[in-house]
């Protein structure tokens, strides 16, 4: 059974990067869609973007200028880098599994990592 | 982008009876070549990560029990719960997928009466 591990720094000052990785484990990152999802204090789901395993990328137009994401075949993880961050990127992070062939069909999640942007 | 509304905002219901989410997009997800709904259902229950429930507006993800069923096509699409037992407490989302970027519904909180 596929298991999801978001990692990172839970305090980021604004303008700075931040970067999460999310450690995948009972399954191969050589296949499916991962992606990463956020939530916002009091607010709904955002999708951020996916990777593909081949390295081939889509990103919410809202966050493509700052959002850079890319898969590590050899450790079994993906990544998220957002740059230039502020107070709205306050959010728990979520990385997810889409299925083989679906990438939306988002089927196994992380636990979500908090992340606070502040000075 | 393709806007998601859910209806009711919440919903308080009595253990055994019927719960029913509404879910609205703003342009068809029903895509013609396949006949597929890029729709999906959601449970995020608090401190756990989701779980996705329905996928293709209507199939049942594996393990889910048989209470929860989707339906409907196109613009208009419902979750209901057929008997709420205690732990479907939840906020329940509903994503599309059939064109980026994806959306999701702003939520429905489910609670027992």
């Known amino acids: 059974q596929v298991q999801l591990q978001e990692s990172g720094p839970g305090l980021v000052k604004p303008s700075e990067p931040l970067s999460l990785t999310c450690i995948v484990s009972g399954a191969s990152v050589n296949s499916y869609y991962w992606s990463w999802i956020r939530r916002p204090p009091g607010k709904g789901l955002e999708w951020i973007g996916y990777?593909?395993?081949?390295?081939?990328?889509n990103y919410n137009p809202s966050l493509e200028s700052r959002v850079t994401m890319s898969v590590d075949t050899s450790k079994n993880q993906f990544s998220l880098t957002l740059t230039s961050v502020t107070a709205a990127d306050t959010a728990v992070y979520f990385c997810?599994?889409?299925?083989?062939?679906?990438?939306?069909?988002?089927?196994?999640w992380g636990p979500g990592t908090q992340v606070i942007v502040s000075s | 982008d393709i806007v998601m509304t859910q209806s009711p905002d919440s919903l308080a219901v009595s253990l055994g009876e019927r719960a029913t989410i509404n879910c609205r997009s703003s342009q068809s997800v029903l895509h013609t070549s396949n006949k597929n709904n890029y729709l999906a259902w959601y449970q995020h229950k608090q401190g756990q990560p989701p779980k996705l429930l329905i996928y293709w507006a209507s199939d049942r993800y594996s393990g889910v029990p048989d209470r929860f069923s989707g339906s409907g096509s196109g613009t208009d699409f419902t979750l209901t719960i057929s008997s709420l037992q205690a732990e479907d407490v939840a906020v329940y989302y509903c994503q599309q997928h059939y064109s980026a970027p994806w959306t999701f519904g702003q939520g429905t909180k489910v609670e027992i009466k």
């Open positions: 990777v593909y395993y081949n390295g081939n990328t």
């Open positions: 997810a599994r889409g299925s083989i062939a679906v990438a939306g069909q988002l089927q196994s």
